[in-house]
């Protein structure tokens, strides 16, 4: 049996590989036997760092939280006709491997302090960034960003402003604010 090909479906839509998205089989790998015994079914095993994962057999898999930061690929097992063949179980083959996003990475990230998108002079705007595993967190680094004009729908980096937080001055008002993490 050749190698099935897996792939990942971002089921929650946030660009990241993580908890809730679902992995499938794209390509089933292809059959063969010495003998030319007939396949009648395949199993499957999906596994974490090579682990198997506990109920999970399907040829889907979802994505749970214990598997954040590891890789993950299905074994896939041929079988032949027992009542004709011995033995009837051919090689496992395991696929190629998807790696799923660490606990930590940022999936998410809300501005608190701005009033419909928009910032208040002398009031501190605080990133809270939502990470992987569901907690919320810090990013590595933080870049806020401001319409290049008003209403313009273009940001353009606000130079030394890459904390946590932002406080707005006067030049900032009626223009929208971002924060870009990583």
């Given at each position: ?27 089933q790998?292809?059959?063969s ?15 974490a ?10 040829d ?7 598997d ?25 083959v ?36 939502q ?29 030394g402003?890459?904390?946590k ?18």
């Amino acid at each position: 049996m050749t190698q099935s090909t897996i792939v990942s479906a971002d089921t929650n839509s946030n660009g990241v590989f993580d908890i809730g998205d679902v992995i499938s089989i794209s390509q089933q790998g292809a059959f063969s036997d010495p003998d030319g015994d007939a396949e009648s079914q395949r199993t499957f095993q999906w596994q974490a760092d090579g682990a198997d994962i506990s109920g999970a057999t399907s040829d889907t898999y979802t994505v749970t939280a214990s598997d954040l930061g590891k890789k993950i690929t299905v074994l896939v097992t041929p079988h032949t006709d027992p009542t004709i063949t011995d033995p009837d179980t051919g090689i496992a083959v395991a696929s190629n491997e998807l790696s799923a996003a660490s606990a930590s990475t940022p999936i998410a990230v809300q501005i608190d302090g701005a009033v419909n998108g928009f910032p208040q002079v002398d009031t501190e705007l605080s990133a809270v960034v939502q990470l992987a595993d569901g907690s919320a967190g810090d990013a590595g680094t933080y870049q806020w960003k401001i319409e290049t004009a008003i209403g313009s729908g273009v940001y353009q980096n606000i130079p030394g402003a890459n904390g946590k937080t932002y406080k707005p001055v006067a030049g900032d008002q009626k223009r929208k604010i971002q924060i870009e993490v990583n």
